[in-house]
């Protein structure tokens, strides 16, 4: 199975810094189609799991374009450039090439 | 608007069955494949079942593969969770969550979470 390693499984930041999260993938997650099936997801106390960013670097609707996903092959990488305050929660990657789905195992984001 | 609500959970002894429930509404849900991902309580995410939006093909990990089974009505806009020799490492949230197309893609929606609790 394809394996997702989220190093980090907490960074401290302050209010307005900016973050990276990375995901680094056991195999290339490059599909035919040219498209990377890699995806980030937020998930804060109280609320859905929200989906960020697809295909590694495609924003879904309504996200801030303060959150940019970048990365190919088996390296990806979230970044949230001047954190906000709603932004400190739990991120994981999500790869969808290959069955078994497989997810990193968290990142949560944590106030200096 | 797309929601996702889960039911069915509770406290459950080992070895027995449970059902859960995933009703869908605000999108043409035949039209989608659909997941059942759950989180142990302090742990992260992971990915149990999917099944194709024609019930044509059900992927499972390794963990529930013989024990669980997805399935789907579409006529009920309904997913379902048939969880079988529930083992208390079994014990999560479990969540529906919608795939973005009919096969492959991401999981674009998902659904607020039941409980599942598997204890003697």
């Known amino acids: 199975q394809i394996m997702l390693t989220q190093q980090a499984e907490s960074l401290w930041i302050s209010p307005g810094e900016r973050v990276s999260i990375t995901c680094r993938a056991s195999?290339?997650?490059?599909?035919?189609?040219?498209?990377?099936?890699l995806s980030w997801y937020q998930q804060r106390p109280g609320q859905t799991t929200k989906a960020l960013i697809y295909?590694?670097?495609v924003r879904t609707d309504g996200v801030p374009t303060r959150f940019i996903g970048s990365g190919s092959g088996t390296e990806f990488t979230l970044s949230i450039e001047h954190v906000q305050p709603e932004d400190f929660a739990i991120y994981y990657c999500?790869?969808?090439?290959?069955?078994?789905?497989?997810f990193g195992s968290g990142t949560k984001l944590e106030i200096k | 608007e797309v929601q996702l609500v889960e039911s069915g959970g509770g406290l459950v002894q080992p070895g027995s069955s449970l059902k859960l429930s995933c009703v869908a509404s605000?999108?043409?849900?035949?039209?989608?494949?659909m997941n059942w991902i759950r989180q142990a309580p302090k742990k992260g995410l992971e990915w149990i079942a999917l099944?194709?939006?024609?019930?044509?093909?059900?992927y499972y990990a390794d963990s529930v593969k013989g024990r669980f089974t997805i399935s789907r009505d579409n006529s009920k806009n309904t997913l379902y969770l048939e969880m079988n020799s529930l083992r208390s490492e079994d014990t999560a949230m479990y969540y529906c969550?919608?795939?973005?197309?009919?096969?492959?893609?991401?999981?674009?929606?998902w659904g607020q979470g039941v409980m599942v609790t598997v204890s003697s």
């Open positions: 605000g999108f043409t849900f035949s039209n989608y494949g």
């Open positions: 969550a919608k795939h973005s197309e009919a096969l492959m893609g991401y999981f674009d929606y």
């Open positions: 999500l790869q969808t090439l290959k069955s078994p789905l497989t």
């Open positions: 295909h590694a670097s």
């Open positions: 099944i194709y939006y024609d019930s044509s093909n059900k």
């Open positions: 195999q290339s997650l490059l599909y035919t189609d040219g498209k990377h099936y």
